[in-house]
Structures are given as C-alpha cells and as structure tokens.
T-cell receptor
Framework: GQQLNQSPQSMFIQEGEDVSMNCTSSSIFNTWLWYKQDPGEGPVLLIALYKAGELTSNGRLTAQFGITRKDSFLNISASIPSDVGIYFCAGQSTGTASKLTFGTGTRLQVTL | NAGVTQTPKFRVLKTGQSMTLLCAQDMNHEYMYWYRQDPGMGLRLIHYSVGEGTTAKGEVPDGYNVSRLKKQNFLLGLESAAPSQTSVYFC??????????????????FGPGTRLTVT
C-alpha cells in the first residue's frame, strides 16, 4: 500500500532546541493530520490541516499544509523531555472513503 | 467521554486458536477502523467500516474478519491465529464534516491498542 515519505526517521535533540519534520507524497491530499505516539500508547491527534497553505498551531507545535498539497511540515519549538515519542503524519485524499495514508514516523529523542 | 476503548490490552494465543478484539467508541462517529502496527512498517489498515452494518477490506485483510452490528462497536476476529499475526492492533474512529463550500474536515481518533502474541 501507499506510504508517505516522512523525514527524518529519527532525531536526537537537546532540550530547548526547535525541531522540524516533514512528509511528502506523490498524491494530492485534502487533509493532513499529525499524530504523536508515546511508548505503549495509541497515536494522539495533534493538529489537523484542511487547506493548502494553512498554518495551524497547538501550543509549541506548528504545522503547515503545503501549497502543492503533496507535503506537510511540523515544527516543535523549545523542545522539552515530554516531547519524546514517534510523530506520524497522515493524509486523506478524495475518493478514499475516509481512509488515511500514514507516514512511517519520526522518532524524536530529547536529551537534557 | 472515554473516547475509543479496546479490549483486551494484552493477549497470548497459540497457533490455530481464535479470538475477538472489541473496539468501542462513545463519540457517535460514523467511521471505524482496525490497524496493525509492526516495527518498521507503520500503521497498516486491516478492515474498516463507514457505517453500522457495513465493512470493507483495507490494505492487509487476510486472516481477519470484522463486524459492525452496532454503530459504537467494531469487532476484529482472528479465526485461526498465526505467528505472522503477532502485532499491536489499534482501533480508530473518525468523522467527516462538510463545512463551507467544498471544504471538509476529517479526523480520526485511536484507542490504546491491543498487544497480541501468537506462539
């Protein structure tokens, strides 16, 4: 099945640093969703994007819906230890009966 | 609201045994989904439902069956478990809402997962 290309696959950062990650697709999406998954838990929805060019924030998190509708970006500012986890992007396109295509995840580790 | 709940949280089966995983949601969502998550493979859709009484195959449906007799429940069955079905299973529910013009909002919410081991 189709997967989104998500990068980087993993990253180690120091507390207080800003983090950027992105997802790209060969298909156009109508919706981009960003999730975070903690160890042993289910993914939790962080941000939903519905329009090309849209920029949406949720606390220290900011996500953007790319102009081409084939990519999306997530930024985390001033990272803290609880930001550790796996971040997934997911896209929904027309005619997919409300199914999502998921990225392979970015594993974030924050050092003190 | 409890959101999306899954039962059980852990299970160990022997090859050939059967079991049913239960998913329940209290958000009145139309859509429900079953995924499996394996290391390095991300989330893969097994089956899904766009409404009560309807089901459809996802990306990896073989070896699984589902039923959605009530809107709030979505059952995933393994008739004859195999070691390849060792995985973490997530249920999700979702909705779509058409807003102004052609814009629609769509969101999907996940349960806590069921860790299944088949020996």
């Amino acid at each position: 099945g189709q997967q989104l290309n998500q990068s980087p696959q993993s990253m180690f950062i120091q507390e207080g640093e800003d983090v950027s990650m992105n997802c790209t697709s060969s298909s156009i999406f109508n919706t981009w969703l960003w999730y975070k998954q903690d160890p042993g838990e289910g993914p939790v929805l962080l941000i939903a994007l519905y329009k090309a060019g849209e920029l949406t924030s949720n606390g220290r998190l900011t996500a953007q819906f790319g102009i081409t509708r084939k990519d999306s970006f997530l930024n985390i500012s001033a990272s803290i230890p609880s930001d550790v986890g796996i971040y997934f992007c997911a896209g929904q396109s027309t005619g997919t009966a409300s199914k999502l295509t998921f990225g392979t995840g970015t594993r974030l580790q924050v050092t003190l | 609201n409890a959101g999306v709940t899954q039962t059980p949280k852990f299970r160990v089966l022997k090859t050939g045994q059967s079991m049913t995983l239960l998913c329940a949601q209290d958000m009145n969502h139309e859509y429900m989904y079953w995924y499996r998550q394996d290391p390095g493979m991300g989330l893969r859709l097994i089956h899904y439902s766009v409404g009560e009484g309807t089901t459809a195959k996802g990306e990896v449906p073989d070896g699984y069956n589902v039923s959605r007799l009530k809107k709030q429940n979505f059952l995933l069955g393994l008739e004859s478990a195999a070691p390849s079905q060792t995985s973490v299973y997530f249920c999700a529910s979702g909705f779509t809402l058409r807003t102004s013009g052609r814009t629609s909002s769509y969101e999907q919410y996940f349960g806590p997962g069921t860790r299944l081991t088949v020996t």
